[in-house]
């Protein structure tokens, strides 16, 4: 799902994943590698036109991680900018500025729960992933001016009717 015409989906809330079983292992692990096909660090369940509350994470160093109906429970005072992209918005990169420091309470693919603080580009992905399940895209955080000039390229660049 890309930011466009088809794009109501990426807009949506998502919804309390009810039960952690074998076909959400599967599609957590699916999401992975779609994640790691479309050399990412993030993806989130509506981006692939799921719209549960669940998202991958990637970032190197570390192992993938599954956030399944996460909450972020705590986020420092520190903020600090940062260059994000968006495999929903291709070919858009702009400075968010967010918390440096979070904690975060999720289930894991195997359904176990964990709470986890995390910091760095880890923190940033996974703040970034959280606002998908929102409806919230990256450059909602922008001003009015900037948003509308990025989208100005991308429509110009990706959306050529
Ligand atoms: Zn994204």
Known sequence: ?????DDRI???QCSVVP?????IKDFSLAMIETMHAGNGIGLAAPQVGDLSRLFVVHVQG???RVFINPEIIGTSMETVPYEEGCLSI???YYDVTRPAEITIQAWDENGRPFTLD???ILAR???HEYDHLKGTLFIDHLSEKQ??????VYNRKFQKA
């Open 10 to 12: 990426l807009r949506a």
């Open 19 to 23: 039960d952690i079983d074998g076909s």
């Open 1 to 5: 799902m890309t930011l466009g015409k």
């Open 125 to 127: 992905v996974i703040q």
């Open 62 to 64: 570390d192992t993938p």
């Open 118 to 120: 995390a910091d760095g």
């Open 147 to 152: 948003r509308s000039r990025l989208l100005t």
């Open 90 to 92: 291709p070919g858009l």
